[in-house]
């Protein structure tokens, strides 16, 4: 059974930085897609960074371009979400999703919700002005 679990949500005030993880239990990040999300309140859930394990190939959406970065730690089954520079429209719930990816499987564009297996709890980010 596959599980996801997302950590190091909190309060930070705007300009500030957070890390994220996200620890994967069930199959390895040997060929993976992990993908960041976050939901507002009110608001639909979208795509922040993803990363494919096997590469480390990595994506970001126009909302982290240049303030996020998305990294894999393989030993530790475990994905990072480096967070600078946060604003305050960066607040939200922020979901870590996992699909294991078997050898010569293509895959849609990684912010495609629907692509995923697995996917966390959420960990809520809060940025003060």
């Known amino acids: 059974q596959w599980h996801v679990a997302e950590f190091g949500g909190g309060l930070v005030q705007s300009g500030g930085s957070l890390k994220l993880s996200c620890e994967v239990s069930?199959?390895?990040?040997?060929?993976?897609?992990i993908g960041w999300f976050r939901q507002a309140p009110g608001g639909e859930r979208e795509g922040v960074a993803c990363?494919?394990?096997?590469?480390?190939?990595?994506y970001y959406g126009n909302n982290a371009q240049g303030r996020f970065a998305i990294s894999s730690d393989k030993a530790k089954n475990t994905v990072y979400l480096q967070m600078d520079n946060l604003r305050p429209e960066d607040s939200g719930f922020y979901y870590c999703a996992a699909l294991h990816i078997p050898p010569a499987t293509a895959t849609p564009f990684c912010f495609t919700l629907g692509m995923y297996d697995g996917w966390g709890q959420g960990t809520q980010v809060t940025v003060s002005s």
């Open positions: 069930g199959f390895t990040l040997d060929s993976a897609a």
């Open positions: 990363i494919r394990t096997a590469d480390s190939s990595t």
